[in-house]
């Protein structure tokens, strides 16, 4: 799946209540869970931040019937949210993890602001990869927590020196260790170097499985 540019801001809960609404209008067979409070089997590979663009999104939709991709396409074609894309359809082993286990990172596209010269942006981005640690705080409620972002950068690197110049980075998604924030790895590139970056846009290209990563 694909969100683009200027799709409505909507926060997880509200995400997920619009794909389960689209895919109820699609008359997809969803298997739903069992409780007091039953809900459509359908999940998110990780939570995209407000307004951020992304194309190469997962969900997972687990199915009572075994549909083929195209009558899956044909029947969610003009019914998904506003602002999303449908990319890819592809059959998963039923039996298999869930979806939201797997994900263990995600490539992320960012543009930054005239000024800074590439050869400082690069040397910056290996800086980082270089650096055995990198401390970092962030919020964590009403407390403030330092954190070691190098442990969640796979990688960084300058992909187009620009006008505009873009940097690429793959960080990684822990749950102890949190979630590194390509907003975050741009603010490390600047403290290290003494560089004034701003950044004007961030997309995230693809989520990544662990055995992609490995």
Excluded: C, N
Aim: glycine share 8%.
């Amino acid at each position: 799946m694909a969100r683009d540019p200027g799709a409505p801001p909507l926060a997880q809960r509200e995400l997920a209540e619009t794909w389960e609404a689209a895919i109820d209008a699609a008359g997809l067979p969803v298997a739903w869970t069992e409780g007091a409070r039953p809900r459509p089997r359908i999940s998110f590979g990780a939570p995209l931040p407000l307004e951020m663009p992304a194309e190469g999104e997962l969900i997972d939709v687990v199915l009572t019937e075994r549909w083929p991709a195209w009558r899956v396409r044909e029947a969610l074609e003009g019914r998904v949210p506003d602002g999303w894309r449908l990319i890819e359809l592809t059959d998963v082993w039923l039996g298999g993890p869930p979806l939201a286990g797997r994900v263990a990172a995600a490539d992320y596209r960012i543009t930054l602001g005239p000024g800074p010269e590439p050869a400082a942006l690069a040397r910056a981005a290996a800086e980082l990869l270089a650096a055995e640690r990198i401390d970092r705080r962030r919020a964590k409620g009403t407390e403030t927590v330092r954190y070691d972002l190098r442990t969640l950068l796979l990688d960084v690197r300058l992909a187009t020196p620009g006008p505009p110049p873009i940097v690429v980075a793959r960080t990684r998604f822990h749950p102890e260790l949190g979630t590194g924030r390509p907003e975050e790895v741009v603010a490390a590139m600047g403290e290290r170097t003494g560089l004034d970056l701003e950044v004007t846009s961030i997309v995230r290209e693809r989520l990544l499985l662990l055995d992609e990563i490995r």
